[in-house]
C-alpha cells in the first residue's frame, strides 16, 4: 500500500523560511515524477513546483520561482519544498504527490496519481 506522509508545515511570518517532507512508503520515489500542489481557502488547487523521473525536468509556477526548490532525497524516500521569502499569498494546504505529468509548462495530476494528506502552511503579513 503506497503512502506519502508530508511534514513541515507550520506558521511564519512574511520573509521567513520552511521546508516541508513528504516521506514514501510502498513506492520508490526515485522512480516516479513527484510533485507539490497547494490549495487555499476558496481557491482552486494549484501546482507549485515538480521534478521529473530521475530529476530529469524541474517545473515552478512563476509564484514561486528563485523562492522555491525541490529537492528529493533518494536514500531518504524522501522529498522537500523548500521555501524562503515567504508571503502571506503562499497561505495554503500544501500537497506532496506521486505519479503526476511534469513539464515544462506545468505539472498535473495523472490517472494514478498517489497522494499525501497534506500539510498546513499560514503565511503571517
Known amino acids: 500500500q503506497v503512502q506519502l506522509e508530508e511534514s513541515g508545515g507550520g506558521l511564519v511570518q512574511a520573509g521567513g523560511s520552511l521546508r516541508l517532507s513528504c516521506t514514501a512508503s510502498?513506492?520508490?520515489?526515485?522512480?516516479?515524477?513527484v510533485g507539490w500542489f497547494r490549495q487555499a481557502p476558496g481557491k482552486e488547487r494549484e501546482g507549485v513546483s515538480c521534478?521529473?523521473?530521475?530529476?530529469?525536468?524541474?517545473y515552478y509556477t512563476d509564484s514561486v520561482k528563485g523562492r522555491f526548490t525541490i529537492p528529493r532525497d533518494n536514500a531518504k524516500n524522501t522529498l522537500y519544498l523548500t521555501m524562503h521569502s515567504l508571503k502571506h499569498e503562499d497561505t495554503a494546504m500544501y500537497y506532496c504527490?506521486?505519479?503526476?505529468?511534469?513539464?515544462?509548462?506545468?505539472?498535473?495530476?495523472?490517472?494514478?496519481?498517489?497522494w499525501g494528506q497534506g500539510t498546513q502552511v499560514t503565511v503571517s503579513s
Open positions: 521534478s521529473g523521473w530521475m530529476s530529469t525536468i524541474t
Open positions: 504527490a506521486a505519479a503526476i505529468s511534469c513539464s515544462g509548462s506545468g505539472l498535473h495530476p495523472a490517472l494514478h496519481t498517489y
Open positions: 510502498g513506492l520508490t520515489f526515485s522512480d516516479y515524477t
